[in-house]
């Protein structure tokens, strides 16, 4: 069973940074594909970032060059470095995991989800 755990959120002023985590269990980021997600006030989740097994990634167009998406799988840990924070960056962010070997930010692709960690940015 896979097990996701976000923590990390909070506010910041705009331009500013953040790092949000998620814990995995045992075994996922060899077995599952690792996105991150947001949806933000009123819109539909979106994904933000996908990254491989062997650690290739992806990004939406309004994240890149700002957003890097890492993994440790040594503290079976998922990263997301957000720099350069716009208030359009607002929302909750979740990880999820897929088993399908492509970089589709699709959230329905995606069979595990962890509980969210929250975004403000003013």
């Known amino acids: 069973h896979v097990q996701l755990v976000e923590s990390g959120g909070g506010s910041v002023k705009a331009g500013g940074s953040l790092t949000l985590t998620c814990t995995y269990s045992?075994?996922?980021?060899?077995?599952?594909?690792l996105g991150w997600f947001r949806r933000a006030p009123g819109k539909e989740r979106e994904g933000v970032a996908v990254?491989?097994?062997?650690?290739?990634?992806r990004y939406a167009d309004s994240v890149k060059g700002r957003f890097t998406i890492s993994k440790d799988n040594a503290k079976m840990t998922l990263y997301l470095q957000m720099n350069s924070l716009d208030p359009e960056d607002t929302g909750m962010y979740y990880c999820?995991?897929?088993?399908?070997?492509?970089?589709?930010?699709?959230?329905?692709?995606?069979?595990?989800w962890g509980q969210g960690t929250q975004v403000t940015v003013s």
């Open positions: 990254t491989a097994r062997d650690g290739g990634t």
């Open positions: 045992e075994y996922t980021s060899s077995t599952y594909w």
């Open positions: 999820a995991a897929k088993p399908n070997i492509d970089y589709t930010l699709a959230p329905g692709a995606y069979h595990y």
